[in-house]
């Protein structure tokens, strides 16, 4: 059974930093590329940022590029997203995904249909 935990949300203020932290167990993780996603109210969820499964390729969305870092340490499960320069706007729920397959294919990692296994989410509160 796979299962994907996140956990680091919280309250912080505008230009506040947080770390997020997915842990996977069920699968082999090194084997799957990982994605974030985040849902704020009233919207769809919408990417954020993914990654390969040897980290060595990074994809972002343009609202958080230049700000986030996604990163993955394979020896421990557990794939992160490093939030810095937070704004009101980010305030959301926070998912982590695991893709298909090791590496992506196209523009397919921001594409939701293509992660097959989702976490229960984590929240994120930025206040100005």
């Known amino acids: 059974q796979v299962q994907l935990v996140e956990s680091g949300g919280g309250l912080v203020q505008a230009g506040d930093s947080l770390r997020l932290s997915c842990a996977a167990s069920?699968?082999?993780?090194?084997?799957?590329?990982m994605g974030w996603f985040r849902q704020a109210p009233g919207k769809e969820r919408e990417f954020v940022a993914a990654?390969?499964?040897?980290?060595?390729?990074?994809y972002y969305a343009d609202s958080v590029k230049g700000r986030f870092t996604i990163s993955r340490d394979n020896a421990k499960n557990t794939v992160y997203l490093q939030m810095n320069s937070l704004e009101p706007e980010d305030t959301a729920v926070y998912y982590c995904?695991?893709?298909?397959?090791?590496?992506?294919?196209?523009?397919?990692?921001?594409?939701?249909?293509?992660?097959?296994?989702w976490g229960q989410g984590t929240q994120v509160t930025v206040s100005s």
């Open positions: 069920g699968r082999t993780f090194s084997k799957y590329a």
């Open positions: 995904a695991s893709y298909l397959l090791a590496s992506y294919s196209g523009d397919s990692y921001y594409r939701e249909s293509f992660y097959d296994y």
């Open positions: 990654i390969s499964w040897s980290g060595g390729s990074t």
